[in-house]
């Protein structure tokens, strides 16, 4: 597993990007979470798996984590 923060993600769209330090931003889609979507907000500290999307890295099994 990974962690980072939501760098922005657009709810209407279901789509966004997670920061990773060091690392290429990661896109987060609806179907990203582990669960049910939850409402994400910059600076979200999430923890997901990463796969090759059709567009690049894509978080899977994504997670909202507490600070």
């Given at each position: 597993?990974?962690?980072?923060?939501?760098?922005?993600?657009?709810?209407?769209?279901?789509?966004?990007?997670?920061?990773?330090?060091?690392q290429?931003?990661?896109?987060?889609?609806?179907?990203?979470?582990?669960?049910?979507?939850?409402?994400?907000?910059?600076?979200?500290?999430?923890?997901?798996?990463?796969?090759?999307?059709?567009?690049?890295?894509?978080?899977?099994?994504?997670?909202?984590?507490?600070?």
């Open positions: 597993m990974q962690s980072g923060t939501i760098k922005w993600y657009d709810t209407e769209k279901g789509l966004g990007f997670v920061a990773v330090h060091g290429n931003d990661v896109l987060v889609t609806a179907d990203s979470f582990a669960d049910q979507p939850q409402p994400l907000a910059d600076g979200d500290w999430v923890e997901f798996d990463v796969h090759d999307g059709k567009y690049g890295p894509e978080a899977i099994k994504l997670t909202l984590k507490s600070a």
